[in-house]
């Protein structure tokens, strides 16, 4: 089993803690991790020169960084994106990421093969906000074309690991095996639900009217999405 992990965070605090749970907990004797830590490798901001969306991915100045974290997602089962929560928010550094990811929205050149994995999500907050930030991060996997997202947010009442109280990571190491199982059960077992289908309808038909960008008009085209074809 592949799974690509993106951690918003370089320390090794509460979140990673526990993504690390979690990861540790889903049972496969041939597991490859792909781990990648935000701002480390985080690709410069983008600067808003629509080359990804006009001209192709590889045309973004920050190319190589945002791609090899690409190439990662493509291959693996299992995606798992992780937060503290900074002021109600992701971290800066992981929205900087998901900026980079906007030309492979549904509304642009979705790719196929996020139409078949498994999302996880995850934040921690001292008090309040963790449940905004996983909202916000499973967006972002839905308009990737990820059909399946776990979330998981946990308010630690502490700024560090250390200081979490041992009932809080009681209750954790509890939540983290029912959801580790719920995980098994899905991965490679998933289809688009009616929101998906939904959307990714309604965004066909926009890119058949599609005269602005002849890019994500012809990437239709080109997987049948404009006749009957679907990515599922
Ligand atoms: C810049 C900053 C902003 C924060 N904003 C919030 C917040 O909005 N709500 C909250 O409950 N905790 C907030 N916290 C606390 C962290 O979210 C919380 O301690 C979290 O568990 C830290 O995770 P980590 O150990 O993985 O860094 C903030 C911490 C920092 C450093």
Not at 42 to 57: A, D, L, R, V
Not at 83 to 98: D, H, N, R
Not at 139 to 146: A, K, S
Not at 182 to 203: A, D, E
Request: charge should be positive; charged fraction near 20%.
């Amino acid at each position: 089993m592949k799974i690509t992990v993106i951690h918003g965070q370089s320390h090794k605090g509460s979140t990673y803690n526990i993504t690390k749970q979690i990861i540790d907990k889903i049972l496969d004797t041939n597991k490859e991790i792909y781990e990648y830590f935000m701002p480390r490798d985080t690709p410069n901001y983008c600067i808003g020169c629509y080359n990804c969306f006009n001209e192709s991915e590889n045309s973004c100045p920050q190319a190589e960084k945002v791609q090899k974290i690409v190439k990662s997602m493509e291959i693996s089962d299992i995606i798992v994106i992780d937060s503290p929560t900074y002021c109600f928010e992701m971290t800066g550094q992981l929205k900087t990421l998901f900026d980079h990811f906007g030309y492979m929205w549904l509304s642009h050149r979705p790719k196929q093969v996020m139409f078949n994995k498994v999302g996880i999500v995850i934040s921690t907050a001292a008090g309040a906000g963790a449940r905004k930030v996983t909202k916000a991060l499973a967006q972002q996997m839905f308009w990737l074309g990820i059909p399946k997202v776990f979330q998981y947010s946990k308010n630690v009442s502490a700024s560090n690991w250390e200081m979490v109280p041992n009932k809080v990571k009681k209750s954790i190491e509890h939540d983290i095996s029912k959801l580790s199982t719920k995980v098994q059960s899905k991965v490679g077992k998933v289809s688009p639900n009616f929101r998906l289908k939904f959307i990714f309808t309604i965004m066909g038909m926009m890119q058949k009217s599609n005269n602005w960008n002849k890019v994500d008009q012809n990437y239709w085209k080109e997987n049948g999405w404009l006749d009957k074809k679907t990515p599922w």
